[in-house]
């Protein structure tokens, strides 16, 4: 991909391209007859740009062989706006989650201590506070390192972007 719009290059050049640059290098693209770094992996890192608005493409079909062929470029200019709202939705999350530790009681097996035996109160009364796995006894579970976490995870993204 070009940094102009006004140049277009289509997937079968890309891994062309892909495949010059590293050429001279440690890098193998073909190792055994079987390529590392196969088209359709490039098409579909194209398609995932394209999804998250940082391509574009045309689409002509080949009038000899009746196939599309894909023309991109990459659009950068919205990158800092598309950031900036991912990482507003992980602020978002992460309060979630904060909001779900502070307002549950939590109990995990003293025997086991497999995170998917962490239940909540009501799940442990359901249970006679009873490993479901195990049979072991669920105990009070300190979840103060998980909340201390979210809070500076919190803090920190919205620092960067306050910062942006």
């Not at 506070?129 to 809070?151: H, M, Q, S, W």
């Amino acid at each position: 991909m070009h940094n102009s719009k006004t140049k277009e290059i289509t997937d079968d050049e890309i891994t062309e391209n892909i495949k010059a640059r590293i050429q001279d290098t440690d890098i193998d693209f073909e190792e055994n007859d079987e390529e590392k770094l196969k088209l359709n992996t490039v098409r579909k890192t194209l398609y995932k740009l394209y999804s998250a608005k940082l391509a574009q493409f045309r689409r002509v079909r080949d009038k000899n062989t009746g196939w599309f062929i894909y023309y991109w470029w990459h659009d950068f200019e919205k990158l800092n706006e598309i950031l900036l709202e991912k990482e507003q939705q992980i602020i978002g999350k992460l309060r979630d989650r904060l909001k779900f530790e502070l307002n549950n009681y939590f109990f995990i097996c003293e025997k086991c201590r497999r995170p998917d035996t962490r239940f909540k109160f009501d799940e442990a009364v359901d249970l006679n506070f009873k490993c479901p796995n195990c049979e072991g006894i669920l105990v009070a579970d300190e979840n103060k390192d998980i909340i201390d976490f979210l809070k500076e995870k919190i803090v920190l993204l919205q620092d960067k972007i306050n910062h942006f």
